[in-house]
């Protein structure tokens, strides 16, 4: 966003929060459709954690936060915070899958 006119900030933001917005619903079907141990889950996850992590930084007060609409900042925070719960609903089985993997590995 340091490199974009500030004028287009706002705007940006509302697409990044839509587009995770989105990633939210295909993670919730994923988790509602699928069991721990499907190999789409950690992907998408960790894909959830980056995307939410870039939207959570950009709201940040010291960064652009403060210069964004106050109603942006608080939907922008609780996609972020749906984003977390979704990624962690897709990461719940990662540590259990390779755990088997080592041991079938050895």
Do not use: K, N, W
């Not at 509302?14 to 079907?29: A, F, N, P, Q, T």
């Not at 609780?78 to 993997?101: D, E, F, K």
């Amino acid at each position: 966003l340091e490199s974009e006119d500030a004028s287009c900030r706002a705007g940006m933001v509302g697409e990044h929060r839509e587009c995770l917005s989105m990633l939210v619903g295909v993670s919730d079907e994923l988790i509602a459709t699928s069991g721990v141990d499907d190999p789409r889950r950690p992907g998408l996850g960790l894909a959830v954690v980056m995307f939410a992590g870039e939207l959570a930084s950009a709201i940040r007060l010291d960064e652009f936060g403060g210069e964004l609409p106050g109603d942006l900042v608080a939907v922008c925070a609780q996609t972020v915070t749906a984003a977390m719960l979704a990624a962690a609903g897709c990461l719940a089985g990662t540590v259990g899958m390779y755990r088997v993997l080592a041991e079938v590995l050895g």
